[in-house]
Nanobody, 128 residues
Framework: QVQLVESGGGLAQAGGSLRLSCAAS????????MGWFRQAPGKERDFVAA?????????YYADSVKGRFTISRDNAKNSVYLQMESLKPEDTAVYYC????????????????????WGQGTQVTVSS
C-alpha cells in the first residue's frame, strides 16, 4: 500500500500562484499514475490533473485548469507536484493527491476509480 501526504496549500489572491506537493511512501511509486482531485464545499470531488507512470509521464488536465495548472513528478523523490498559476476564486477547494494501482493505465485517469490511495487533503483558498 502507499501512503500520501499533501502540503503547500494555503491562501492566495486571485491571479496568484501556489505549488502543492505530495510525498508518497510505499513501494513502486514510479509504476503508479498520480493524480490531483479537488472538492469545493457542498460539491463532489472533481478531477484536476494526472500524470501517467509510463511514456515519460503523459499529463492530463481538466478543462477548467488547462493552461493554468501543471502537474509533474519526481520519481527519485517519490513526489508529485501541482503548480497552480493564475488562480481564481473558483479554484478554492480541498485538494487531494491520489495514487494509482501498480502498472494500471487509463485513458485519462479522470475517474476516482483509477486510483487506489488518497491523501488527507490540503486546503487552497483563493480570495478575490
Amino acid at each position: 500500500q502507499v501512503q500520501l501526504v499533501e502540503s503547500g496549500g494555503g491562501l492566495a489572491q486571485a491571479g496568484g500562484s501556489l505549488r502543492l506537493s505530495c510525498a508518497a511512501s510505499g513501494r513502486s511509486f514510479n509504476l503508479r499514475a498520480m493524480g490531483w482531485f479537488r472538492q469545493a464545499p457542498g460539491k463532489e470531488r472533481d478531477f484536476v490533473a494526472a500524470i501517467s507512470w509510463s511514456g515519460g509521464g503523459n499529463t492530463y488536465y481538466a478543462d477548467s485548469v488547462k493552461g493554468r495548472f501543471t502537474i509533474s513528478r519526481d520519481n527519485a523523490k517519490n513526489s508529485v507536484y501541482l503548480q497552480m498559476e493564475s488562480l481564481k476564486p473558483e479554484d478554492t477547494a480541498v485538494y487531494y493527491c491520489a495514487a494509482g494501482r501498480i502498472f494500471y493505465s487509463s485513458k485519462d485517469y479522470s475517474r476516482e476509480a483509477d486510483f487506489e490511495a488518497w491523501g488527507q487533503g490540503t486546503q487552497v483558498t483563493v480570495s478575490s
